[in-house]
């Protein structure tokens, strides 16, 4: 039993297991319920409290990113507004570009049409010039040829070649100060070999390396002439000259065969029968000479890289020659000192042979004599008297004496 006292009254009364759990549990229900009540009070004003910070939180971070989205949204507008000018430069600087590249290129389109019509101008003139200059020299040509056609027929053969010979003479010797200082120009008359041209041309750098050098043979004829000759009756004794004299080219400088258009073009090309040959007019002569020079200064470089090859190969042949003289002198002492070298040993195998012979004859001896000692130290009286009793009985007296006498 339980005794429980009441709060209002401070009367006791007693009750039992059953009653006092039932009480006991109507006070717990009673304290949890208010106690849940507080707390449910509590978690609601938190609650309400939590709300509104939440609801402040969110309208301040609200009123935060409203800001920030404008001025993003102004920042953009700004950025817009600066693309947009840039832009409209952009197009502007492009249609100005556009327009002035067109307005060069109209510009040029306009200087090359200017400079066609130019050309083009330009070109007839330069034809009509070449025609011009075409007849004139035609009618020059002409006239030479008509010229050398009545002077001949007024000249017997041997002056019109002595004549031709004056003329490239004399037409060389008008430059011969000025364009020819280092240049030799004389008649050929070296005639050892049984025959020579008629001038021969040589010129050398001022280290005196010659660069080039040119046989001429001048020939002509008038027309009463019995036999008339062709330019190629002369080629084989003037390429003959050539290598005799040692020179370069050849140039038979002719006035045969007048009405050969062949030979009245110009400079004709003979090398394809014989090397470096020409066939020309006596106008050309100082053109002549002049070509193949020129194009001769261009290899004096490698001519004189070519001399100093040459004087270093004679050097080296001088040097060489020295060598194979100084090896066949050696060569020779060589030999014979090896030579008395071989008989040195020969002779000196020899005397060892001898030597060795003499040793062996000696060694022999000595034996003999080692012998003849042995069977001297052996000898006694008892083997000299072994069979000889009259020497025994002479020796047995003579020591039965000397025993007596001491």
Same mark, same amino acid.
């Given at each position: 039993?339980?005794?429980?006292?009441?709060?209002?009254?401070?009367?006791?009364?007693?009750?039992?297991?059953?009653?006092?759990?039932?009480?006991?549990?109507?006070?717990?229900?009673?304290?949890?319920?208010?106690?849940?009540?507080?707390?449910?009070?509590?978690?609601?004003? @938190?609650? @309400?409290?939590?709300?509104?910070?939440?609801?402040?939180?969110?309208?301040?971070?609200?009123?935060?990113?409203?800001?920030?989205?404008? /001025?993003?949204?102004?920042?953009?507008?700004?950025?817009?507004?600066?693309?947009?000018?840039?832009?409209?430069?952009?197009?502007?600087?492009?249609?100005?570009?556009?327009?002035?590249?067109?307005?060069?290129?109209?510009?040029?389109?306009? @200087?090359? !049409?200017?400079?066609?019509?130019?050309?083009?101008?330009?070109?007839? +003139?330069? @034809?009509?010039?070449?025609?011009?200059?075409?007849?004139? /020299?035609?009618?020059?040509?002409?006239?030479?040829?008509?010229?050398?056609?009545?002077? $001949?027929?007024?000249? *017997?053969?041997?002056?019109?070649?002595?004549?031709?010979?004056?003329?490239?003479?004399?037409?060389?010797?008008?430059?011969?100060?000025? =364009?020819?200082?280092?240049?030799?120009?004389?008649?050929?008359?070296?005639?050892?070999?049984?025959?020579?041209?008629? %001038?021969? #041309?040589?010129?050398?750098?001022? &280290?005196?390396?010659? #660069?080039?050098?040119?046989?001429?043979?001048?020939?002509?004829?008038?027309?009463?002439?019995?036999? $008339?000759?062709?330019?190629?009756?002369?080629?084989?004794?003037?390429?003959?000259?050539?290598?005799?004299?040692?020179?370069?080219?050849?140039? !038979?400088?002719?006035?045969?065969? +007048?009405?050969?258009? +062949?030979?009245?073009? =110009?400079?004709?090309?003979?090398? %394809?029968?014989?090397?470096?040959?020409?066939?020309?007019?006596?106008?050309?002569?100082?053109?002549?000479?002049?070509?193949?020079?020129?194009?001769?200064?261009?290899?004096?470089?490698?001519?004189? /890289? +070519?001399?100093?090859?040459?004087? /270093?190969?004679? &050097?080296? *042949?001088?040097?060489?020659?020295?060598?194979?003289?100084?090896?066949?002198?050696? =060569?020779?002492?060589?030999?014979?000192?090896?030579?008395? #070298?071989?008989?040195?040993?020969?002779?000196?195998?020899?005397?060892?042979?001898? !030597?060795?012979?003499?040793?062996?004859?000696?060694?022999?001896?000595?034996?003999?004599?080692?012998?003849?000692?042995?069977?001297?130290?052996?000898?006694?009286?008892?083997?000299?008297?072994?069979?000889?009793?009259?020497?025994?009985?002479?020796?047995?007296?003579?020591?039965?004496?000397?025993?007596?006498?001491?």
């Amino acid at each position: 039993m339980h005794e429980i006292k009441c709060p209002n009254c401070g009367k006791l009364f007693s009750v039992d297991e059953s009653g006092f759990a039932a009480i006991v549990s109507q006070v717990r229900d009673e304290e949890f319920h208010k106690e849940l009540s507080e707390r449910e009070k509590q978690f609601q004003t @938190e609650k @309400e409290t939590a709300l509104r910070l939440a609801e402040a939180s969110a309208e301040i971070e609200k009123e935060k990113r409203s800001s920030e989205l404008k /001025q993003e949204i102004e920042r953009l507008k700004a950025q817009i507004a600066l693309d947009e000018k840039d832009r409209t430069i952009a197009v502007n600087n492009a249609v100005t570009a556009k327009k002035d590249e067109l307005v060069e290129k109209d510009k040029m389109v306009s @200087e090359l !049409l200017s400079k066609l019509k130019e050309s083009e101008k330009d070109s007839q +003139l330069k @034809e009509q010039s070449l025609k011009e200059n075409f007849n004139v /020299q035609l009618k020059t040509k002409d006239e030479a040829i008509e010229f050398y056609k009545d002077f $001949k027929a007024r000249m *017997s053969t041997k002056m019109v070649g002595e004549t031709l010979e004056q003329h490239c003479n004399i037409e060389f010797n008008k430059l011969r100060a000025t =364009g020819f200082q280092n240049a030799y120009f004389e008649k050929d008359n070296d005639a050892k070999t049984g025959s020579k041209g008629d %001038y021969i #041309f040589r010129e050398c750098t001022p &280290d005196g390396i010659e #660069f080039i050098s040119i046989m001429f043979e001048m020939k002509n004829e008038i027309d009463t002439t019995a036999t $008339k000759k062709k330019n190629e009756d002369f080629f084989k004794e003037l390429d003959k000259d050539r290598r005799e004299k040692n020179c370069e080219y050849a140039v !038979l400088v002719s006035l045969l065969e +007048l009405d050969s258009e +062949l030979y009245n073009s =110009g400079i004709v090309d003979i090398s %394809y029968k014989y090397p470096k040959m020409y066939v020309i007019r006596p106008q050309f002569f100082i053109s002549m000479i002049t070509v193949l020079r020129n194009a001769a200064m261009n290899s004096i470089q490698y001519r004189q /890289q +070519l001399a100093e090859i040459k004087n /270093q190969n004679i &050097d080296i *042949s001088s040097f060489e020659d020295d060598m194979n003289d100084f090896k066949d002198k050696f =060569g020779r002492n060589f030999t014979l000192a090896n030579e008395k #070298f071989t008989k040195a040993i020969e002779e000196i195998d020899k005397t060892i042979d001898h !030597l060795q012979k003499t040793k062996e004859a000696l060694l022999s001896s000595g034996n003999n004599l080692r012998l003849a000692n042995d069977k001297a130290q052996d000898l006694t009286v008892k083997r000299l008297t072994k069979n000889n009793p009259t020497m025994a009985t002479k020796f047995t007296e003579l020591n039965a004496g000397s025993d007596n006498t001491q």
